[in-house]
């Protein structure tokens, strides 16, 4: 518990308004989208930056620890306050779209920017912000950096850390630093704008964000090509992208995910489907779309496609991308509770992986749905359990364990783009060595000697 003192004197820092600890709050921050459950002694909203700093001064030389939090709707307990102490929460105040720079196509955001509304304010200037996490309508850009998020349109445009040109942060002891700068090209000095991103605030609390914009594309459109099995379909996948195609989005749905789909929402897919890959293309101009459409459909051809359908007005591409938006919920038919990972694998080794996974799964006796962005090689495995049983969950991570082991073999990671947080900390020596581990935990001291900043996240 903090003591009260210490309360008063957020309270002078921030003002008796900005700072909560009564139990309706202490519960409202206590999850996030994995539903575990840690309270913490008091939510602070920061004002500004000046405000951060003082707070982090004063909480480091008191030894309160701190997590900062965008909009909770992290899969792995990034921004869960398990060691209690202080949440920083920035929805309040530090919430505003700072600058669109048209010259030089950046904009300036304050962390607690809802990526949906960016997109929306710069494609109205005629402008691109590209990553698209599947919780673009209320995740911030401020949780976005700190667990470097991908989304749908990775594929083409890649991933958060592309886009980061700059940072400001305030570390541990108050100071204030800038991350990076304005300029396309800038190799003086260590990446520290680099390092911060995906970070999961355990280094830095981040106040200010520099991001690139592109020029939006004037024609896109969506299609959905249907195989008769899930390696049919990855085969599709890494071969057409040798060949040329250069899709925004290129999302797969296996045989389980189909089905669940059609079973709770009563969607219309077609019978003998064992595996759809759904996506986007766009360009500046329509022979573009043909060219990039015509390329998929012959690659797909060629690795056993049965169908293959284009959208010819908004309505269909809304259609077309019902079945992907709507999968995680579906597959609930397979059990309570689904442990989600994201693995990312080399995108030719889509159809090994998810042959294995098959058989992991067949092995401990679970359903494994799979689904997620085959584009870039990120799957979302989802081994669904009972969770009410307490043996069944054992194996369930069991089973996790096995296929993390498994991808890493394959030269994959234990995450794509949910980060580690507390959930996937345990299996961190799966994917490092010691040394490599023990480098993490010097950057770690070097940036939080007194480890106040969001401890124990990512295994450090």
Known sequence: MIDKKHKKAFAKIVGEENVFDDKAHMLAYSYDATREHYEPDCVIFPRNEEDVSNILKYCNEHRIVITPRGAGSGFTGGALPANGGVVLAFEKHMNKILEIDMENMLAVVQPAVVNMDLQKKVESLGLFYPPDPASENYSTIGGNVSENAGGMRAAKYGITKDYVMALRAVLPNGDIIRAGKRTIKDVAGYNIAGILTASEGTLAVITEITLKLLPKPRFASSYMATFPDVVSAMNAVFKSLASGANPVAMEFLDSLSVQAIKEKLGVQLPEDAGAILIGDVDGNVKDEIAF???????SFEDNGMQEFKVATDPKEREEIWFARRNVSQSITIYGSKKLNEDISVPRSKLPEALREIAAIGEKYGFKVPCFGHAGDGNIHVNVMVDGSDKEQLKKGHEAIEEIFKLVVDMGGTLSGEHGIGLSKAPFMDIAFNE????????????????NILNPNKMGL
Not at 292 to 298: A, F, G, M, V
Request: charged letters at 25%; a positive charge; proline letters at 4%.
């Open 292 to 298: 990039q459409l015509s390329t998929l459909k012959n």
């Open 435 to 450: 040394s490599e581990i023990n480098l993490f935990r010097s950057i770690k001291k070097a940036f939080d000697p007194n």
